[in-house]
C-alpha cells in the first residue's frame, strides 16, 4: 500500500507537514514503513513539459524499511505525531535541502542525513 504523509500535493514542492493517518496505519498494522521521496513531479514543471511535448525527469530515491514502536495509549497524540514526523523525517533525508520543506530545520534532520 502507497500512502502520501502529507495528505496533499505541495504547491511549492516542498514538503508540508506530515499528518498521522499514515502513521497510525503503519503502527497498527506493525509493518515497516518505506521512505520514498519524488522530484521532478511538481505541477509547473510537468505541465511546461507537456505544453513542449517532452517528458519530464523524475527521480525517485527510495530510503531504507524502518519500524515504528507501539503506540502508548496515555500518550497517543504526542506518539501519533512524533512518528509522524519520523516519517517525514526519513523522506526529507532523501531530498535535496530545497525540497526539505517544513522540516529543513528539524532538530532531528542530521540524525537521518547521510555521512
Do not use: C
Amino acid at each position: 500500500m502507497v500512502l502520501a504523509p502529507e495528505g496533499t500535493r505541495s504547491q511549492s514542492g516542498a514538503l508540508l507537514e506530515g499528518r498521522p493517518g499514515a502513521s497510525y496505519l503503519a503502527t497498527k498494522a506493525n509493518v515497516p514503513i518505506i521512505p520514498v521521496a519524488l522530484m521532478g513531479t511538481e505541477d509547473w514543471l510537468v505541465k511546461s513539459q507537456i505544453t513542449r511535448l517532452r517528458r519530464s525527469k523524475v527521480i525517485i530515491k527510495v530510503g531504507k524499511p524502518f519500524t515504528l514502536p507501539p503506540i502508548k495509549g496515555e500518550y497517543r497524540e504526542n506518539s501519533l505525531q512524533d512518528h509522524t514526523d519520523e516519517i517525514m523525517l526519513r523522506i526529507a533525508a532523501l531530498l535535496p535541502p530545497a525540497y526539505r520543506g517544513v522540516y529543513a530545520n528539524h532538530p532531528r534532520l542530521h540524525e537521518f542525513l547521510p555521512t
